[in-house]
């Protein structure tokens, strides 16, 4: 019989993780196309690109913490998964704004 819980928390947490190695993989692949070339660090500081790793890293643990536990874990992984999870939204807002994006600023 399949465990389908388990298929799926086992799944969700690999996907989160090939997100955030593909977040890496793209990001160093872009900073080699530039001229200069720039380091990996600031490739990875584009908000683009740290939103990507960060939702991957917050699928992650959304994984790790419906796999179950100890409640302590769940909540650790709970807990950081949401860190993860808000610091990937700011990253898309900040990425929104930039590229002017947001007919919500208005000043005034």
């Known amino acids: 019989m ?3 819980p388990g298929v799926l928390s086992n799944g969700l947490w690999i996907v989160g993780l090939a997100l955030a ?3 890496v993989s793209y990001a160093d692949w872009w900073r080699r196309r530039q001229s200069p070339r720039p380091g990996l660090g600031q490739a990875l500081a584009a908000p683009w690109f740290r939103a990507a790793v960060s939702l991957g890293l917050a699928l992650f643990c959304a994984g790790l913490a419906l796999s179950g536990g100890p ?3 769940v909540a650790l ?3 950081l998964g949401l860190l ?5 939204a700011a ?3 900040a990425a929104r704004r930039r590229e002017g994006g947001d007919a919500d600023s208005r000043t005034g």
């Open 2 to 4: 399949i465990d389908w």
């Open 21 to 23: 190695l593909a977040g």
């Open 71 to 73: 409640w302590w874990v």
């Open 77 to 79: 992984w709970c807990g």
């Open 84 to 88: 993860f999870g808000g610091q990937g």
């Open 91 to 93: 990253a898309l807002l």
